[in-house]
């Protein structure tokens, strides 16, 4: 049973579009939300990341929006870009350990 | 991240062969762990150590066995592998109580 569900599975965004990709979750414990970016070839590596205490941050032109009633959080990419290009996992953080998302595959056209 | 290694980066084997696939990291932190990657699965977390005397289970560790040598040393293996371990392996780490883990480049294993 996956505790973090991601969506969509796979994404593709016009260059300069907005990429959204959405993650929900159950348990309330959790206590840290990372977003991980992976290219091919490549191990994730933590992109931007919030707690459950604040609703939204801000990174450049990545944004985590967090909903704490509804239990689900989300990756804002503004403006696109063909460098954006990648696989980007959502993670939920409890006792020490990590419960991952699925993977959202990403592909901005140029 | 080229401070978390791991050797080989690829490797097939045959079912029921024993193979170990090996992290080392130089950036002096306490915590290791193992991860495995599926399709649509995402990572799950096979092995997780906070230090050379504490080995922990993560959610996927039936078949698989860890070592930690050293601080800077976690090895994964698979004692008799079967084709459903086929998958890309990551190693990670992180320090102490700080939640930003560090992954290396990953071992593709493939089983036949």
């Known amino acids: 049973q996956q505790q973090v569900k991601q969506s969509p599975q796979s994404l593709i965004v016009q260059k300069g579009g907005i990429s959204i990709i959405n993650c929900a979750y159950e348990n309330t414990a959790f206590d840290y939300f990372p977003w991980y970016q992976q290219f091919p070839g490549k191990g994730p590596a933590l992109l931007i990341a919030?707690?459950?205490?604040?609703s939204e941050k801000k990174e450049g032109r990545f944004t985590i929006s967090f909903n704490k009633s509804a239990k689900q959080f989300s990756l804002h990419i503004m403006d696109s870009q063909p460098g954006d290009s990648a696989t980007y996992f959502c993670?939920?953080?409890?006792?020490?350990?990590?419960?991952f998302g699925s993977g959202t595959k990403l592909n901005v056209k140029p | 991240d080229a401070d978390v290694t791991q050797t080989p980066r690829n490797r097939i084997t045959k079912t029921g062969k024993r193979i170990m696939l090996e992290c080392s990291q130089t950036k002096g932190h306490d915590r290791m762990y193992w991860y495995r990657q599926d399709p649509g699965l995402g990572l799950q977390l096979i092995y997780y150590s906070f230090d050379v005397k504490d080995i922990n289970k993560g959610e996927i560790s039936d078949g698989y066995s860890v070592s930690r040598q050293a601080q800077a040393k976690f090895s994964l293996s698979l004692e008799s592998a079967i084709p459903n371990q086929t998958a890309l392996y990551f190693c990670a780490t992180s320090e102490g109580a700080k939640e930003t883990q560090y992954f290396g480049p990953g071992t593709r294993l493939l089983v036949l």
């Open positions: 993670a939920a953080h409890n006792f020490n350990k990590f419960y």
């Open positions: 919030i707690r459950p205490d604040v």
